[in-house]
């Protein structure tokens, strides 16, 4: 060994020693991503530092395109980290390409050189020094260094970031990996969140709303839509348009090959436009009439069974462009969107078909107690005008309906000469009468689904002082669909002709609810159905 190169070999040994200082005891502690950020520009000043000079950037090669990503910048702008190059070109995108170190001794003069993004702003790049960090026979990345403090980069500066970088490279594996390490926990984390999200119990405005914001988020795009299908149209219209061109989008209808949405819904093949300005298929009247501007579109179908029922659209990738690997995680997540979709659907059909079922149900029930037709519907719609007052919605109302379309179901229990008897009831019959509601409790009590409207159909006849039938509750202690079906019930009951007498006049029937209001009724219901009606008049 030489003098010079044991001098070269004892500089080595003292990098490697400063460099494993940064390491520290990082392996044992949680490294996130300032963390690399940090080690990647304490890498940079440590090199800037060996080769003495003022400036230079840290570039990390990505895997998927082959174009350098700036990722530390030292003495030149620093908004330039993340910002990525194109492939191939200038002096980090040749040696990156050849796997070769260049110098450019004067870089105004060099042929390759691309000045303005190198450098930065305000900066003056005299000579510069580039070399290919490889690990294997893969470059993954390049350091570039800038002016030289004392003369110019030479050969032997060369030398010896050639003699440094296995170094180096050891380290920057050592965060890419990391780095990609903590995207795919991310992107694993979001995507198990995103099919919680997916079968949940929300509703699927909110379940669609949030699968599109999270679809968005996982592709790095800026907005984002869903647009459903009109079969009988063969148009597509926004469901949901994230962002603030919500009001204007909802209004607009693509037809079947209009606009990239259409084309995919012609298609049914997802299509990735990284200038939608040089695409004829673009649509350009929306962003017109919005005032936003669509660089660029990853556009996917949503298909059930070979057929297209949606349309997902990413706009505006936030780093560069839409890539391949964008487009097959999103091409899965449609797949999710769609059973979401049909779960949805399904569901909604299936709850109409049930309340089908039970209003015909309802109906057949009446039948046979020929002096209350249409008693059922009547308490159904003041139940729901009290709901409406009272800014009852959503399952609650839902329930209540279905407790009030049932509440009588129990009759069918209850013998002929009883229910249909043209006279007042005796006490021994009015006894019988009285088990109606328990009576339609069991009989409900078999059907799982419905379980949560038993308890209005069990206690309609309850008093809110505690005085009525089955089991004299009281109070908030009642049901409240309870109470609100007990008004509608005895408002209906009395409004109606009875075989011992004729119709109350409504007058006098809401009379009789607020003289009973507080022993027999709920105060509050009671002012809500006085209010609820007198809007109507
Ligand atoms: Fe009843
Ligand atoms: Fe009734």
Known sequence: MTVQQSKSRAKELIFLKKLLSIYGDLPRQRINTGIINKLYNELLGLITGELACDAGSLFVIDRETGSPVFTAVKGGDESLVGKKLEKGKGIVGKVADTGAGYLAKDASKDPVWMGEVSSGKGFATTDIMACPIKYGNDVIGVIEVLNKKKGMFNRQDMKRLLQLSPHISVFMKYLIDELEQQRFINMQTRLYELSMLLNSNLDTKAIVTNAIKAIVSLVHADVGSLLL?????????????????????????????????????????????????????????????????????????????????????????????????????????????????????????????????????????????????????????????????????????????????????????????????????????????????????????????????????????????????????????????????????????????????????????????????????????????????????
């Open 229 to 537: 299908v009109d079969k009988e149209k063969q148009e597509l219209f926004f469901e949901v348009a994230l962002g603030d061109s919500e009001k204007v989008l909802k209004e607009m209808r693509l037809k079947f090959g209009q606009g990239i949405a259409g084309w995919v819904a012609q298609q049914k093949k997802p299509l990735v436009v990284n200038d939608t300005s040089k695409d004829e298929r673009f649509f350009k009247k929306a962003d017109q009439k919005t005032g936003f501007v669509t660089k660029n579109i990853l556009c996917v179908p949503v298909l059930s069974k070979g057929e297209v029922i949606g349309v997902i659209q990413a706009i505006n990738k936030s780093d560069g462009l839409f890539t391949k690997r964008d487009l097959e995680l999103l091409t899965s997540l449609a797949d999710q969107v769609a059973i979401a979709l049909e779960n949805a659907s399904l569901h909604e059909e299936l709850k109409r078909t049930f309340l089908e079922v039970v209003e015909s149900l309802a109906e057949a029930i009446e039948k046979r107690d020929p002096y209350t037709g249409g008693h059922t519907k009547r308490v159904v719609k003041y139940s729901l005008m009290i709901a409406d007052q009272m800014g009852i919605e959503g399952d609650e109302r839902d329930r209540l309906k279905m407790a009030a379309l049932l509440h009588d179901v129990g009759k069918i229990g209850i013998d002929d000469s009883i229910l249909r008897k043209p006279a007042i009831l005796d006490d021994a019959e009015f006894e019988k009468m009285k088990e109606h509601p328990s009576i339609g409790a069991d009989i409900l009590g078999k059907i799982p689904q419905i379980k949560n409207i038993i308890p209005g159909i069990l206690y309609h006849h309850e008093w809110y002082n505690g005085r009525g039938y089955p089991d004299g509750l009281s109070g908030q202690s009642l049901p409240l669909v309870a109470r609100i079906i007990s008004i509608a019930d005895t408002y209906d009951a009395m409004t109606t002709d009875r075989p011992y007498r004729k119709a109350l006049t409504p007058e006098f029937a809401l009379a009789e609810l607020k003289k009973f209001s507080g022993t027999q009724f709920d105060p509050a219901y009671v002012e809500a159905f006085v209010k609820a009606f007198e809007k109507q008049k």
